[in-house]
């Protein structure tokens, strides 16, 4: 009987699948060219480069893999958003186009 893919992924259950399919997260992480604690980095936070190296190997998307990294922003990523915002000039009124002086 063949196996199914888990349909909740948690860190064991990725980790385990990897294992299934003979390889290792140290493995995909050199085959990938990065450094070779990214992808067991990238199972328990946030490491987008492991992220999309585990995702190939196992034939998933990363949004599928990790749904919560990927369907609320953190703190960090809606900080940036904000100062994103306010630093853009396109949003500000009329230049001041006073007679020079």
Same mark, same amino acid.
């Not at 399919?21 to 450094?35: D, F, P, Q, Y």
């Given at each position: 009987?063949?196996?199914?893919?888990? /349909?909740?992924?948690?860190?064991?259950?990725?980790?385990?699948?990897?294992?299934?399919?003979?390889?290792?997260?140290?493995?995909?992480?050199?085959?990938?060219?990065?450094?070779?604690?990214?992808?067991?980095?990238? /199972? /328990?936070?946030?490491?987008?480069?492991?992220?999309?190296?585990?995702?190939?190997?196992? $034939?998933?998307?990363?949004?599928?893999?990790?749904?919560?990294?990927?369907?609320?922003?953190?703190?960090?990523?809606?900080?940036?958003?904000?100062?994103?915002?306010?630093?853009?000039?396109?949003?500000? $009124?009329?230049?001041? /186009?006073?007679?020079?002086?």
């Amino acid at each position: 009987m063949a196996r199914t893919a888990p /349909v909740r992924w948690d860190k064991h259950a990725i980790t385990a699948e990897v294992r299934r399919r003979g390889s290792t997260l140290t493995e995909i992480a050199i085959k990938a060219g990065l450094h070779p604690s990214a992808c067991r980095t990238a /199972v /328990v936070r946030r490491h987008i480069a492991g992220e999309r190296a585990i995702a190939d190997f196992l $034939g998933v998307a990363p949004e599928v893999l990790w749904p919560k990294r990927y369907t609320t922003p953190s703190p960090w990523a809606k900080r940036i958003l904000a100062e994103r915002e306010s630093a853009s000039q396109n949003g500000r $009124g009329p230049a001041d /186009v006073g007679a020079a002086a």
